[in-house]
């Protein structure tokens, strides 16, 4: 017992030696640790398979020991999340701090104007100096947190892969990995155009054989967040996203479903289609059967963000790279994520000393606590480490390449990583993301023609729900259109009686306010 005794009462020296900087650098007087105890709580969400009891948490325990403040950490399993926190935000007895709520602007602004969330602007700088010093880094993250009324109402968090966002994990989501042992096993080079593709489609499906089930050439899930193959259409053109908006290179917003070469694109699906070479079930597989369907070996091409999605069969399949359509375009379509999220975290009215709550968050946003409050931590003697500490550097172990060994002792809430961190404070990236790195710099990158993709734009309720309003019903028709394209093809008649419905639908009105949120974020942040 003495000896986990001196060992936590180390760690919390060592914790408090690299918050000691910080700490006294808050404009109002705030120092860890704290004279006297404080107290506050959060509502979090966890994984279902992860420790649940954040108190255990290494994390947590070196925090308290730092900065005499206790966290009441109220856990709710990640199904039952979205359900709980909502409920207790409509409560007088609700949290101080609420976080992992991955909410919009809409929904932010909501809970402002009935004073749920309090603005915290002031804090950021007076009492979070190492979240201020990001900000001031990246002005394109406090542009997406400030909205429209000039406050600031929720912390986010950063996970950058790439300074270079054409380079950035997120700059493309579904990639399309083809079984190159069954192109080994036909002799065939790995395709290079639309026209090579499809006869690579044709061979898999006459001379392939499996043990169990039939050979599907081609599979995906239409309009399915990083399982739908937007990215191959960039063979024709724009290419497609998932929301369906781009910028052109004159910071032009635009609408990609109602683009010519869009309904090119889809319409040479629909030729593949219609020739046994795309999976049937493309319309209506839920995850779970297209996961497994794809784990199953029997699938020539697929489209997913992790390539691990093959299981056993893994190693059969490579990304298939840009691929030339028939007049010579080749381009990666950008999609419209981004390496943080906005509506994360939040602080309640019920907060008494919202100071010092704020203040105790903040150093999470000091680089080597970002990194263990999103991946875990080390010399932690309950649970498999994800780091080691070795002359003031993280250092991965093996078995912190596990998810479900980070979840159980990191906090995933807030924290800010920079790309410029790894080789700094931590070795290295997590093997997956590395991995996931290089394929998107090396192969997809050179190919996206776009400079801009769709920023997260913090406009005003109003207009927030005007777009809400128009793109409910727009989006689920020019889907639903799409989908029905693959299937059924497309004549000009149709196709022009489409675009006429989607204009009547307010589609112009709906382009003016996204042209005029992209105007007013490409101004904060190029200021």
């Given amino acids: ?99 992992k709520m991955y909410i919009k602007p809409y929904d932010i602004l909501s809970y402002a104007s009935k004073g749920v969330f309090i603005p915290i602007e002031d804090y950021i700088e007076e009492d979070m100096p190492n979240l201020k010093a990001v900000l001031e880094k990246r002005p394109e993250v406090k542009a997406a947190i400030t909205s429209a009324d000039g406050h600031i109402y929720t912390l986010p968090f950063i996970n950058e892969s790439s300074t270079d966002p054409k380079e950035s994990n997120n700059v493309v989501g579904a990639i399309p990995y083809i079984n190159k ?64 908006y781009m910028v052109s290179n004159d910071k032009e917003v635009y609408y990609t479903l109602v683009q010519d070469d869009v309904r090119e694109g889809l319409e040479w699906l629909h030729e593949l289609y219609s020739e046994g070479l795309v999976d049937p079930e493309i319309f209506s597989q839920d995850g779970a059967s297209y996961s497994a369907k794809v784990a199953s070996g029997r699938v020539g091409l697929f489209y997913d963000w992790s390539i691990g999605m093959a299981g056993d069969y893994t190693d059969d399949y490579e990304p298939l790279p840009p691929l030339a359509g028939p007049d010579g375009t080749v381009n990666v379509p ?87 961190y790894y080789g700094v404070y931590v070795d290295k990236m997590v093997d997956s993301d590395a991995a996931r790195h290089e394929m998107v710099k090396n192969i997809y990158s050179p190919a996206i023609t776009s400079d801009y993709n769709y920023p997260a734009a913090f406009m005003d309720q109003e207009e927030i729900t005007r777009i809400a309003e128009i793109e409910t019903d727009l989006k689920n028709y020019a889907e639903q259109t799409k989908a029905g394209i693959v299937k059924d093809g497309i004549t000009d008649e149709d196709w022009n009686a489409y675009l006429e419905k989607m204009d009547s639908m307010g589609l112009s009105e709906l382009l003016e306010l996204k042209q005029k949120g992209f105007d007013m974020f490409y101004e904060l942040t190029n200021k």
């Fill in 334 to 420: 950008r999609q419209n994520y981004y390496s943080f999220d906005m509506g994360v975290t939040a602080v309640t009215a019920a907060c008494e000393k919202p100071e010092i709550a704020l203040a105790y968050l903040d150093q999470y946003y000091e680089p080597s606590m970002s990194i263990q409050n999103c991946f875990g931590t080390y010399d932690d003697e309950n649970y498999a480490n994800v780091f080691t500490m070795e002359d003031g550097m993280l250092k991965w172990t093996e078995e912190g390449q596990d998810s479900k060994v980070r979840n159980d002792q990191n906090l995933y809430d807030v924290f800010a990583i920079l790309a410029d």
């Fill in 181 to 244: 042992s069954w192109l080994d096993e036909l002799g065939l080079e790995m395709p290079t155009t639309t026209d090579e593709l499809k006869t690579v489609l044709e061979a898999f499906k006459e001379n392939i054989t499996v043990e169990i089930g039939e050979v599907v050439p081609m599979s995906f899930r239409i309009n399915q967040v990083n399982q739908d193959p937007g990215i191959t259409l960039g063979s024709f053109g724009c290419g497609d996203d998932m929301d369906h």
């Fill in 1 to 99: 017992m003495a000896n986990k005794k001196m060992t936590a009462l180390c760690m919390a020296a060592m914790l408090a030696a690299s918050l000691g900087s910080v700490a006294s650098a808050s404009e109002s007087g705030i120092t860890f640790p704290l004279e006297e105890s404080y107290s506050f709580s959060i509502m979090t969400r966890a994984e279902n398979d992860s420790e649940q009891d954040f108190s255990k948490k290494a994390l947590v325990q070196r925090m308290e020991a730092a900065t005499n403040v206790q966290v009441d950490y109220q856990t709710i399993p990640s199904d039952q999340f979205d359900e709980k926190y909502k409920l207790a935000l409509s409560k007088k007895g609700m949290p101080d701090v609420i976080t």
